[in-house]
């Protein structure tokens, strides 16, 4: 699985990075949304080049993207 992969079940699922309770096809909280500058909250609708832009909204909100857990 990749990164991209996550990040897809990151948007349809319910949970938002920080564990807070978020909608499903909504990429983060209510808080986390609108801590996001308007240009970035309006490039997480664009579905070409999604993972990268949600990788970046993540980075500008400290918070940590959502990877892939490799078995050891
Ligand atoms: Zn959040």
Redesign the pocket.
């Known amino acids: 699985m990749t990164d991209d992969l996550v990040i897809y079940q990151n948007l349809h699922g319910t949970v938002?990075?920080?564990g807070?309770e978020k909608k499903a096809r909504q990429s983060?909280?209510r808080?986390?949304y609108f801590k996001l500058p308007p240009g970035t909250r309006q490039a997480l609708y664009e579905v070409s080049e999604y993972p990268e832009t949600f990788r970046r909204a993540c980075e500008l909100l400290g918070l940590e993207a959502p990877t892939v857990e490799v078995a050891k």
Request: aromatic share 12%; net charge neutral; glycine share 0%.
């Open positions: 938002c990075v920080c807070a983060f909280c808080t986390h």
